[in-house]
């Protein structure tokens, strides 16, 4: 529903008329001022009314507001939300180097929902189902749910007894991330099977 509305403004931004810029500057402004002070749902209130005091063809400014909606979105954890305003903006900014960037946030939250599943079945003690979901979205390339999902079928591997490949998982995933405690812990007790 909130895709339609977004997609819907967004429509009306492109087949309208170019409206005045002050007061969609002002409540940018006002926006971004209450976004630095912590306050993400006046924020997102204010960047909502800047959209749509102003219809006209999608401007940068309003490229800018849709930026800082989504990352009030996220920051109040409306995932859902968020990646509707992440779609859109990839709908409406053009430029490659914004697309590819709107995409890999977008890949992220479309996975949110697999991953709580993953930690649920762990939970659970569904090491194989949990396994076989992280061996979907396991990658070190760069993506918090691909990094997450590594370390996951890690875990799920040594619970299912399969410690060469536990050992194996854990000593890829310290090469990228050898900051990460967790995971030296758990390779310096595979050492020990």
């Known amino acids: ?10 429509l009306g931004l492109l087949l309208s008329g170019c409206g005045g810029s002050s007061k ?9 001022a209450s ?37 009030c979105e996220l920051m109040q954890g409306k995932f859902n939300e968020a990646l509707d305003t992440y779609e859109a903006l990839l709908a409406a900014d053009v430029s490659e180097e914004a697309s590819k960037s709107y995409e890999n ?16 079945d762990i939970e659970a003690g569904e090491y194989q189902k949990a396994y076989d979901e992280a061996s979907l979205l396991a990658d ?27 050992y194996e998982l854990f000593n890829e995933y310290l090469k990228v991330y050898p900051e990460d405690a967790e995971a030296k812990k758990e390779l310096d007790f595979l050492r020990t099977r």
Not at 24 to 32: T, V
Not at 56 to 65: C, E, R, T, Y
Not at 141 to 160: D, T
């Open 1 to 10: 529903m909130a895709a339609v509305s977004m997609l819907s403004a967004l």
């Open 105 to 120: 946030v977008i890949a992220e939250l479309s996975n949110l929902d697999k991953l709580s599943a993953m930690v649920s």
């Open 35 to 71: 976004y630095n002070a912590g306050d993400f749902a006046s924020a997102e209130a204010q960047l909502d009314e800047a959209l749509s005091s102003e219809w006209g063809k999608v401007s940068d400014i309003q490229i800018d507001i849709l930026r800082y909606r989504a990352e």
């Open 140 to 166: 070190l390339e760069g993506s918090a749910i691909g990094r997450l999902s590594w370390f996951n079928k890690a875990v799920c591997a040594e619970h299912l007894g399969n410690y060469e490949e536990a």
């Open 24 to 32: 969609i500057e002002e409540l940018r402004e006002q926006a971004i």
